[in-house]
């Protein structure tokens, strides 16, 4: 591989799968909650655990399979994370 971070590619590609797989059971989860009670703030849960899984799997596919730099992975990883956390937080300030 071209890049210094090759020795570190299989601890990313394990770490980013398991957020992904308990991203994706939580994203699930608080849909099927939401789905049961129609609760606006399980939807922002819900869209939130998305957004960070989502993060996860983009900022993974960038570095892993179209060969972006790292960095430029970690930015979008980031970007999607802290978006979520936003969507999360407001998810949870908010009253029913």
């Keep these: ?3 210094e971070t090759a020795i570190y590619d299989p601890a990313i590609v ?9 991203g994706g059971a939580i994203t699930y989860f608080a849909y099927k909650a939401y ?9 922002g ?12 799997l983009v900022g993974g596919i960038a570095h892993q ?4 730099p790292l960095e430029f992975g970690i930015v979008i990883n980031a970007g999607l994370t802290a978006a979520g956390f936003a969507i999360i937080t ?3 300030y908010i009253e029913t």
């Design 35 to 43: 789905s049961r009670t129609g609760d606006p703030s399980l939807r």
């Design 90 to 92: 407001y998810s949870l």
């Design 65 to 68: 399979l179209f060969d972006f």
């Design 45 to 56: 849960l819900m869209l939130g655990f998305g957004s960070v899984t989502i993060g996860a």
């Design 1 to 3: 591989m071209p890049h």
């Design 14 to 22: 394990v770490l980013m799968g398991a957020i992904f797989c308990l």
